[in-house]
């Protein structure tokens, strides 16, 4: 693109996280700052009504434009999350102002649980799309036909961007002015910020998955702690069902409704669990971390990471490695 202020528009709301606005508007002010000319961008603020709203953390914010008003077009349209989205109802003008907004802009989004709004104005349908990895699960059963990866630091889908949780914001911002001016106007950004420049992956330094079930002596529990304890093995599912005394067809069933994950994707996801441990808190090579964690060879271990991840186990360890 030539020479030209490029529009940044952010839906706000009551209760809204400050951090998902303010993050990503920082972003966007400091590079115009380093930009000459017009060819920076030009923020607006979107909210019910012109009145003053009350963020999350008890901060006022003032819209811009109220819902109704706003028509667009911009390059970039994206929807600030909030703590309590993932239990809202909301409002006709809101779904209108979403659908219309995002129609009409060349790459539209959100941050962290914005994603809940998309879902409900019908946007996510058949898209792939990222959010605070504790709301993972729950955005995924919400709106079935998304396909939620919940790993990812922001993940773009065509047209629609969006990011994980509160500061990811921070990385899809950046993400987005490395591609409208290239990788060095980002890096002077992100150092003015003090923040890494590209996080790649892994939101969640531990599990959203190996969580400790309710009822230590269930099937279900029983076979999560075989796992844990048996991880350098090949493990299969009858060996789960085994261990839980079930059924091979009865401990699958059981084990989907306890955990909301099949037997083998749990057991893939301990095994990226228990490397990432490895990978943070050791120096051990990738062959002795593939052996111990199940993986077998340190080129298997690098394709489920790939896959689950969007990043190499050698990047993982440059990116979350424990300081001495």
Known sequence: MGM???????????????????????????????????DGYQVTLIGPDRAPLRASNGMTLVADLSYDEAAGPYDLFLIAGGPALPDTEFPQNLIDCVRRLSAASRIFGSVCTGAFCLGAAGLLDGRKVTTHWQNARRLASTFPKADVEVDRIYLRDGPMITSAGVTAGI???????????????????????????????????????????????????????????????????????????????????????????????????????????MLERTDDPLKVIAYECGFGNP???RQVFARNLGISPVQYRDQFKAPK
Request: charged share 20%; net charge neutral.
């Open 4 to 38: 030209r202020m490029r529009t940044v528009a952010m839906l706000i709301f009551p209760g809204v996280q400050m951090l998902d606005v303010a993050g990503p508007l920082d972003v966007f002010a400091e590079a115009t700052v380093f930009l000459t000319g017009d």
């Open 171 to 277: 990385d899809l911002a950046l993400s987005l002015i490395r591609d409208d001016h290239g990788s060095a106007l980002a890096l002077s950004v992100a150092k003015r910020l003090v923040v890494v420049a590209q996080r790649q992956g892994g939101q969640s330094q531990f599990s959203p998955y190996v969580e400790t079930l309710s009822d230590e002596k269930s099937p279900i529990s029983v076979a999560a702690a075989f796992v844990m304890s048996n991880l350098r093995e090949r493990l299969s599912v009858a060996d789960l069902a085994t261990a839980a005394s079930m059924s091979v067809r009865s401990f699958a069933r059981a084990f989907v409704a306890g955990t909301g994950h099949p037997p083998a994707e749990f057991l893939e996801k301990a095994r990226i669990d228990a490397a990432r441990n």
């Open 299 to 301: 080129k298997r271990m």
